[in-house]
C-alpha cells in the first residue's frame, strides 16, 4: 500500500509538469478563444490511458502510470471550467463545439488507444 501510494505521489507530479509544460508550450504558439492546450492534453491523455489499460503491465505500472500520472497529466475540471467561461461570456457556440471535441475525441482516442495496447 505505501509504495503504491509512493508511486502514485511520483507519477502524479510527472503528470502535473508534463501537464504544465505541454500546456505552456501549446498556449504559446496558439493563442485564441478556444482552449486548445487543454482539450489536446485530455485526448492525448485518454489515448494514453487506453494503451496503458489495454496491453498487459505490471499491476504497479498501471498505479504509477495510470492513475498518478494520467490523473495528474489529464484535467477534467479545468475542461469544466474553461467550459463554464464560455457560456457565461455568451460563446455557447464555441462551449458546445468545445465540450463536443472534447468529449467525442476523448473516448475514441481512449478505444483507439486501447486497441493499441492490446496489440502491443
Same mark, same amino acid.
Given at each position: 500500500?505505501?509504495?503504491?501510494?509512493?508511486?502514485?505521489?511520483?507519477?502524479?507530479?510527472?503528470?502535473?509538469?508534463?501537464?504544465?509544460?505541454?500546456?505552456?508550450?501549446?498556449?504559446?504558439?496558439?493563442?485564441?478563444?478556444?482552449? +486548445?492546450? @487543454?482539450?489536446?492534453? =485530455?485526448? &492525448? #491523455?485518454?489515448?494514453? $490511458?487506453? %494503451?496503458?489499460?489495454?496491453?498487459?503491465?505490471?499491476?504497479?505500472?498501471?498505479?504509477?502510470?495510470?492513475?498518478?500520472?494520467?490523473?495528474?497529466?489529464?484535467?477534467?475540471?479545468?475542461?469544466?471550467?474553461?467550459?463554464?467561461? +464560455?457560456? @457565461?461570456?455568451?460563446? =455557447?457556440? &464555441? #462551449?458546445?463545439?468545445? $465540450?463536443? %471535441?472534447?468529449?467525442?475525441?476523448?473516448?475514441?482516442?481512449?478505444?483507439?488507444?486501447?486497441?493499441?495496447?492490446?496489440?502491443?
Amino acid at each position: 500500500m505505501l509504495l503504491n501510494s509512493i508511486g502514485v505521489a511520483l507519477g502524479g507530479c510527472l503528470g502535473a509538469m508534463a501537464r504544465f509544460g505541454m500546456s505552456h508550450l501549446i498556449n504559446g504558439r496558439f493563442q485564441g478563444m478556444f482552449p +486548445l492546450a @487543454t482539450c489536446c492534453i =485530455n485526448i &492525448l #491523455g485518454s489515448f494514453l $490511458l487506453g %494503451v496503458i489499460t489495454g496491453a498487459s503491465f505490471a499491476p504497479f505500472f498501471l498505479v504509477v502510470a495510470g492513475t498518478g500520472f494520467m490523473g495528474a497529466f489529464t484535467t477534467f475540471s479545468t475542461c469544466k471550467w474553461e467550459s463554464y467561461t +464560455l457560456f @457565461t461570456k455568451k460563446r =455557447n457556440q &464555441l #462551449g458546445v463545439v468545445y $465540450l463536443f %471535441v472534447s468529449y467525442s475525441l476523448g473516448i475514441s482516442s481512449a478505444a483507439l488507444g486501447m486497441f493499441v495496447g492490446v496489440h502491443l
